[in-house]
């Protein structure tokens, strides 16, 4: 198999992982609304308690996940950093009870 073929075939391969997690990313920011402000109305709305403070919650999720960024902030955020390596990273180790 000639060398050229398969760095083609690997360039591919990351072409087309770009363009997906790119689609991933926009996707759900072409929907119309707030997708946060919707899932928070539609709890309270289905027997959740009625929240009076909903506007108050859908800012601190908005900072929280990087929401009240620019766009482009939060595309460099999502394609650099995943969030659950973030999150990840923060937790706390376990360690089974036959290692203590």
Known sequence: MPIGY???RIG???LVL???ATLNFFMPRLAPGNPVR??????ATQG???QEGIEEMVRAYNIEFGLDKPLWVQ???????PRNWISATRSRIIRP???R
Do not use: D, M
């Open 75 to 81: 595309y460099v955020r999502y394609s650099i950093i």
């Open 38 to 43: 919707e899932r928070l109305i539609s709890q």
């Open 6 to 8: 398969l760095v083609r």
């Open 12 to 14: 591919q391969f990351f």
């Open 18 to 20: 770009w363009g997906a």
């Open 48 to 50: 959740g308690p009625l």
């Open 97 to 99: 009870r036959s290692c």
